[in-house]
């Protein structure tokens, strides 16, 4: 192996070594075989174009280039040509999910999960400064700068996680980096030819003084990695990072100040719903005869920035007993005030306090502050509701649907801050909002058509196998494919209100469990939940249920009320035809509730077939599979392209006396090609005789094979030398016994290189450079031979008037 080939093998692996410190950061970290695959594909491009070589600019270039298309091909394929050559599309769609994964950076908790906006951001990461290790300690030959990079892989890292990485992802990183310095330092001795330090030890030979500088590196290396992991240990320890960590983020001290930004809980919803098994988490005995409205309520979000829902920073106090009213609730709305027991499971672990909303008291041990705006409790010096029993009254408010219709407009600062719409959401958002409320003439008219909208009427399919999205054109696209889980359908409906004026933010929490024969109710990992709250004044904050299949619609948006235009649910619409239809319509022939838990009939499979889109296209499958084949093709292709030169030089070409020169050439010039795949330089200076004893001596080939090489010399001296050659029999195999030889004494990395990456190949350089001359001499005498035809009248016409003048 060439000192280069070693030097770009170690800045490969230098970058994965610093990468490493990035695992930690996603989950899962399937990203990491992606960045694998792609830098070693980067490295090959430059070390074929060092080999060939370009200039290094032009190095930097092809490999820059590769990286361009292999990030279109994995990131932006449908948006490219021929699904690999990035055009516009590709471009503003790549730039769509590098501003979708910063979006996700700022809104997850670490580990983040793996959507396609931080994978890009990690492989795309990874590649670049894979591009410029390579660049500054192969291509330019100056590894000591390349750790500047590398060096900003692990502060990213150590800046993103939480509490720091490990000491082990910083002896991984710098365990890489010090292999590329002794790579390079290796292959700078090696420029100087042998090393010697020193009388050798006795039995070292002459490798003693040799590899003494080499041992000596390693030594340093190792001593000042060993410094690099103890000094910090004496240092004070500095806490905090880019993101902070993720705990409660609760003030220090037990006063009744202090602030708190909460770590957004939508990170795990997903996949709670997604588990295989369905855990309990919550037990509660309540002593209300209807759980089927008890909701367990975690936290508000509403701070909406166009992109996503998160929770505010606010303002924490101790705990008050019995706590506030809520907001907006005045004494005309009927309430019953309930108590419920809560117990949580030792598997369940979470800051925030899950409760029915609103709570009036709350008994509980241990250290919890109470945040007023959301009514929540949060833990105080990492409190958790690990195993913990406590309990809780919360109001059970009924409010009418005449009371919503007819509320007031709320002040304008809760107004202000609770419809505040970023100029960066999708016109598409609003004006979706003002379609499907159009003729609605208040404020609950419109929620309760949304509601409906998104449960019933509007097309869509509850399923948690899509992924929660980011991005300004996040709620649009859900609106667009109308598929989706509650995430999708509480942040959307949300956001709809408030482009409507309507007060609103999304509640997050449980929804209510499962009734058991001992009368408790069970809350599992599958009830987690998050629904919409708009509020009207003197009601206050409300809750909807957008989301199909889950939970349970309020009773307060199922009845008619004096004024609306709302249908009466629970019977048939008089407009609807009693007549069958032979395609029944599900708006029509499927009651309200059946719907809503999508077991309603829907159109026949043959149906469904006929309005697909038949599959890929034929020419979009025969596209993928040529683009698979040149693939699989290009890096065999210098194999496949030395097996066809040997078969047609050592074809039955001299069949005749006349066709023996070229074929004793042809198997001449395939026997120099072989060697020089093994590593023997060829020398045309040499006759041939001196050319096969050079065979012989550097092959270290056997009295079988040295006698083929000679045979072999012996006809092409004939074929140069003789004035009629005569033809001779068995120098293909001949050739073939010369390779055999050189095979049985080469390494099996030599034998892997002669075949996989013969060095001969360089022929097909030389051959098209050979012709790009030739066409241009051709062209240039072409060019020539007309000028002269131009110019060939008028210069004899020219010297005849001469001539005539003379005269």
């Known amino acids: 192996m060439s000192g280069?080939?070693?030097?770009?093998?170690?800045?490969?692996?230098?970058?994965?070594?610093?990468?490493?410190?990035?695992?930690?950061?996603?989950?899962?970290?399937?990203?990491?075989?992606?960045?694998?695959?792609?830098?070693?594909?980067?490295?090959?491009?430059?070390?074929?174009?060092?080999?060939?070589?370009?200039?290094?600019?032009?190095?930097?270039?092809?490999?820059?280039l590769a990286t361009l298309m292999l990030l279109t091909l994995v990131f932006a394929r449908g948006q490219a040509f021929a699904g690999l050559f990035p055009g516009p599309e590709a471009f503003r769609h790549l730039a769509e999910l590098l501003r979708e994964g910063a979006d996700d950076v700022g809104r997850y908790a670490i580990p983040a999960p793996q959507t396609d906006g931080i994978r890009l951001m990690l492989v795309g990461g990874v590649l670049v400064i894979g591009l410029i290790v390579d660049?500054?300690?192969?291509?330019?030959?100056?590894?000591?700068?390349?750790?500047?990079?590398?060096?900003?892989?692990?502060?990213?890292?150590?800046?993103?996680?939480?509490?720091?990485?490990?000491?082990?992802?910083?002896?991984?990183?710098?365990?890489?980096?010090?292999?590329?310095?002794?790579?390079?330092?290796?292959?700078?001795?090696?420029?100087?030819?042998?090393?010697?330090?020193?009388?050798?030890?006795?039995?070292?030979?002459?490798?003693?003084?040799?590899?003494?500088?080499?041992?000596?590196?390693?030594?340093?290396?190792a001593l000042a990695l060993g410094i690099a992991l103890v000094v910090p240990l004496a240092l004070p320890a500095m806490q905090g990072g880019l993101l902070g960590g993720t705990g409660t983020g609760v003030g220090s001290g037990s006063g009744n100040g202090g602030t708190i930004s909460a770590v957004n809980p939508l990170v795990s919803l997903r996949d709670s719903l997604n588990v295989d098994e369905d855990h309990t988490v919550i037990t509660l005995r309540t002593d209300t005869s209807d759980t089927s409205n008890l909701y367990l309520r975690i936290l508000s979000l509403d701070d909406f920035d166009g992109t996503t829902w998160k929770p505010s920073q606010r303002h924490i106090v101790s705990v008050p007993d019995p706590l506030p009213a809520p907001l907006g609730l005045d004494g005309g709305v009927?309430?019953?005030?309930?108590?419920?027991?809560?117990?949580?499971?030792?598997?369940?672990?979470?800051?925030?306090?899950?409760?029915?909303?609103?709570?009036?008291?709350?008994?509980?041990?241990?250290?919890?502050?109470?945040?007023?705006?959301?009514?929540?409790?949060?833990?105080?010096?990492?409190?958790?509701?690990?195993?913990?029993?406590?309990?809780?009254?919360?109001?059970?408010?009924?409010?009418?649907?005449?009371?919503?219709?007819?509320?007031?407009?709320?002040?304008?600062?809760?107004?202000?801050?609770?419809?505040?719409?970023?100029?960066?959401?999708?016109?598409?958002?609003?004006?979706?909002?003002?379609?499907?409320?159009?003729?609605?003439?208040?404020?609950?008219?419109?929620?309760?058509?949304?509601?409906?909208?998104?449960?019933?009427?509007?097309?869509?399919?509850?399923?948690t196998q899509v992924e929660a999205g980011s991005g300004p054109r996040a709620i649009s696209r859900f609106l667009k494919?109308?598929?989706?889980?509650?995430?999708?359908?509480?942040?959307?409906?949300a956001a709809m209100a408030r482009t409507l004026g309507i007060p609103a933010r999304v509640a997050v929490g449980f929804a209510p469990g499962t009734l058991q024969s001992d009368g408790t109710v069970a809350v599992g990992l599958k009830d987690a939940h998050a629904w919409p709250e708009l509020y009207f004044e003197?009601?206050?904050?409300?809750?909807?249920?957008?989301?199909?299949?889950?939970g349970s619609v309020p009773a307060?948006?199922?009845?008619?009320?004096?004024?609306?235009?709302?249908?009466?649910?629970?019977?048939?619409?008089?407009?609807?035809?009693?007549a069958p239809s032979a395609a029944p319509s599900a708006n029509q022939s499927c009651p309200p509730e059946l719907r809503r838990l999508q077991e309603c009939g829907g159109p026949s499979a043959q149906a469904g077939q006929a309005q697909g889109d038949g599959g890929p296209k034929w020419y979009a499958v025969l596209g993928w599979t040529l683009g698979?084949?040149?693939?699989?093709?290009?890096?065999?292709?210098?194999?496949?392209?030395?097996?066809?030169?040997?078969?047609?030089?050592?074809g039955a070409h001299g069949r005749g006396e006349a066709d023996a020169g070229p074929h004793i050439l042809a198997v001449w010039q395939e026997l120099g090609d072989t060697a020089w795949d093994f590593g023997i330089l060829p020398d045309e200076s040499q006759t041939p005789r001196r050319a096969a004893a050079r065979i012989v001596r550097l092959g270290r080939l056997d009295e079988v094979a040295a006698a083929s090489a000679h045979r072999l010399a012996d006809a092409v001296e004939q074929v140069l030398y003789a004035p009629?050659?005569?033809?001779?029999?068995?120098?293909?195999?001949?050739?073939?016994?010369?390779?055999?030889?050189?095979?049985?004494?080469?390494?099996?990395?030599?034998?892997?290189?002669?075949?996989?990456?013969?060095?001969?190949?360089?022929?097909?350089?030389?051959?098209?450079?050979?012709?790009?001359?030739?066409?241009?001499?051709?062209?240039s005498a072409r060019v020539a031979a007309a000028r002269t035809t131009l110019r060939g009248p008028s210069e004899q016409q020219g010297s005849g008037d001469g001539a005539g003048a003379s005269g």
Request: with cysteine; glycine share 8%.
């Open 556 to 578: 307060y948006t199922q009845s008619d009320t004096p004024g609306t235009s709302l249908p009466e649910q629970t019977a048939p619409s008089q407009d609807a035809s009693t």
């Open 334 to 463: 009927k309430r019953t005030e309930i108590t419920t027991t809560i117990s949580a499971a030792d598997s369940y672990v979470q800051d925030w306090l899950p409760m029915p909303y609103p709570p009036s008291a709350v008994r509980i041990k241990g250290s919890w502050r109470y945040e007023p705006v959301g009514m929540t409790l949060v833990g105080d010096h990492k409190q958790t509701t690990r195993g913990l029993t406590y309990e809780v009254k919360s109001l059970q408010v009924r409010p009418t649907a005449e009371q919503l219709a007819t509320a007031p407009e709320p002040s304008a600062a809760l107004r202000r801050e609770y419809t505040k719409v970023p100029k960066s959401l999708p016109a598409d958002v609003a004006s979706t909002a003002r379609r499907v409320t159009e003729g609605a003439t208040n404020h609950y008219e419109q929620a309760v058509e949304l509601q409906d909208w998104f449960a019933l009427d509007g097309g869509f399919q509850y399923d």
């Open 628 to 650: 698979g084949l040149l693939v699989l093709a290009l890096p065999l292709s210098p194999l496949l392209w030395r097996r066809r030169m040997r078969a047609v030089r050592l």
């Open 135 to 221: 660049t500054l300690a192969v291509t330019f030959r100056s590894a000591a700068p390349a750790g500047l990079p590398l060096l900003a892989v692990y502060s990213v890292a150590a800046g993103l996680s939480d509490g720091g990485t490990g000491w082990w992802w910083f002896l991984i990183a710098a365990a890489g980096y010090l292999v590329l310095l002794l790579a390079e330092g290796r292959d700078r001795l090696s420029q100087w030819g042998r090393v010697f330090s020193g009388a050798p030890r006795a039995g070292d030979g002459e490798q003693g003084g040799a590899t003494a500088p080499v041992r000596t590196g390693r030594r340093i290396g």
């Open 481 to 493: 494919d109308k598929r989706g889980f509650c995430v999708h359908y509480s942040f959307a409906m």
């Open 538 to 550: 003197g009601v206050g904050w409300t809750r909807f249920e957008p989301t199909p299949t889950r």
């Open 724 to 779: 009629r050659p005569r033809p001779v029999a068995g120098l293909a195999e001949d050739v073939r016994r010369v390779a055999g030889g050189l095979r049985d004494t080469s390494s099996r990395r030599t034998r892997l290189r002669a075949a996989l990456a013969p060095r001969s190949m360089a022929r097909v350089v030389w051959t098209a450079s050979a012709r790009w001359n030739a066409l241009g001499s051709r062209v």
């Open 4 to 64: 280069r080939t070693r030097l770009a093998l170690c800045a490969a692996a230098a970058t994965l070594a610093a990468s490493c410190a990035l695992l930690p950061l996603v989950s899962p970290a399937s990203w990491i075989l992606q960045a694998i695959l792609m830098l070693a594909v980067q490295s090959g491009v430059g070390a074929v174009a060092r080999r060939v070589p370009l200039a290094r600019p032009l190095t930097v270039a092809a490999q820059a």
